[in-house]
């Protein structure tokens, strides 16, 4: 398979981008670690365990066959991205940030299956603490060591979580078979519409609680720091004041071509382009996508190629085709508007760490016979 290594040890890679884009469903998706994998022989269904506790009147300890058996399986297709996906862009066409340079490969869109969150919790049976104040649900993996941190964790409002329109599950399943150790197994949460941060995969331990996780994920990484924070030093002051990130933007990638190739005008002058759309979190789906030639002074709307499991959650195909100038330096942008109306800006703030980025989607350099 055709992929960018980002690093091996721990291992974090993306499937080069024509091969990302060939399927709807995404069979071999990217993979972002904080620490080595956990060895296959550590992790076992039959005997693996989730902790529930926290503020629930019922503290729970679920085996796989309780998630499996003793709650109604709920199937959610969604996109899961890295909130770093198009890192490479803010790098490059904004200026240097800190993080792994991941192109916009860092994305896959697949069937989730397993126990709804909400019904999980139902069974804990929440109490001392109201789903309208700033609580959280704290998600927790203790199999292995993190680079900056002993375990890792993540969280996310608790009105989130027993809200059943936003579905967010315990997988179990994913693309109709079991979770493999690279994506979660035995089991890891999905968070549609959230970054894949808060996925956390390797599942020990939900706690229902008063404030965000305290992990070092949540509160010292995977934040958009106002452009004062330039580098560690100046970042200091405002890790503990800025949100972290949950809702990930409205988005597009052109595919095809990308930057640099040699394109073929047809017989009426125009280019074929393609690519894909995300929908910003609880946004979707995305409703248009619009691709532009001459900066963005003009553009022309796409068209989608739609498929029978594309939905809130999911990425759409599109394709257009567009009149291009034969020469060399042609550019192409595209961007999205999704249903809640977000769309795509020519260039978001620049942030330290190079998180969220959704500057127009681009293939620049372009030669043009």
Known sequence: MNEKIN????????????????????????????????AASQLNDRTHRVLVDGCVRNPLSLSITNLRSDFP???VVCALQCAG???HNMRTVVKEVQGIDWSDGAVMNCRWRGPLLR??????AIVGIDTHEEAHVAFASFQVECQEASWYGASIPLSRATDPDKEVILALVRNG??????????????????AGARAVKWLDRITVQKE??????????????????????????????????QEMPVNS??????????????????????????????????VRVEVSTDGGRTWIEAAFEHHEEEGKWTWKFWKAKVSMTPGKSGV??????????????????????????????????????
Not at 17 to 37: A, K, M, P, W
Not at 178 to 186: D, E, M, Q
């Open 253 to 286: 990638v052109i595919a095809r071509p990308r930057t640099g190739d040699v394109v073929k005008r047809d017989s009426d002058g125009r280019v074929t382009c393609q690519g894909y759309a995300l929908p910003s979190g609880d946004g979707g789906p995305v």
């Open 119 to 124: 019904d999980v919790l139902e069974k804990a």
């Open 177 to 194: 078979k079991p979770l493999s150790v690279r994506h979660g197994y035995p089991v890891r949460v999905i968070t549609p519409g959230l």
């Open 73 to 75: 399986q709920h199937e």
């Open 332 to 369: 192409i942008f595209s961007k999205a508007t999704d249903a809640s109306g977000q769309t795509q800006p020519a260039l978001p703030p620049w942030n330290l760490r190079g998180v969220c980025y959704n500057g127009y989607g681009e293939a620049r350099d372009l030669t043009v016979l």
């Open 7 to 38: 690093g091996e040890e721990p291992l974090n890679r993306e499937p080069e981008i024509s091969q990302l884009t060939s399927t709807f469903i995404t069979e071999d998706g990217y993979e972002r670690n904080h620490c080595v994998q956990p």
């Open 212 to 245: 965000e996780s305290p992990n070092y994920y949540m509160q010292r990484d995977y934040k958009a720091l106002p452009p004062q924070a330039v580098d560690a030093e100046t970042a200091e002051k405002y890790w503990g004041v800025t949100p972290a990130v």
């Open 85 to 87: 996906n198009r890192r």
